[in-house]
Nanobody, 114 residues
């Protein structure tokens, strides 16, 4: 079945940047609409960005203008560039089909703190 591996998280100060990667196996990523989700402590998982197979992107209002989703079909990977990070961006970040159809990976922790 589909396997997703997220990476690139870490501890960063407010205003900093990170680039998250999501690598997929056992699936041709380019054929699907993919989303980045995040889940903070005691909050529900939310979709923050998505990209279609034709590279049309969409963002949650809370991250619009700061986050950028992209895909490299040759590497079967989807990225999320996080800029101007805020403490409220602290969460575990996951990738999945835009409709959450695949098994969840382990996620990657992003912590924004001074």
């Amino acid at each position: 079945q589909v396997q997703l591996v997220e990476s690139g998280g870490g501890l960063v100060e407010p205003g900093g940047s990170l680039r998250l990667s999501c690598a997929a196996s056992r699936i041709i990523f380019s054929m699907y609409d993919v989303g980045w989700y995040r889940q903070a402590i005691v909050k529900q998982r939310e979709l923050v960005a998505s990209i279609t197979s034709s590279r049309i992107t969409n963002y949650a209002d809370s991250v619009k203008g700061r986050f950028t989703i992209s895909r490299d079909n040759a590497r079967n990977t989807v990225y999320l560039q996080l800029n101007s990070l805020k403490p409220e961006d602290t969460a575990v970040y996951y990738c999945n089909h835009k409709l959450s159809l695949w098994p969840w990976g382990q996620g990657t922790q992003v912590t924004v703190s001074s």
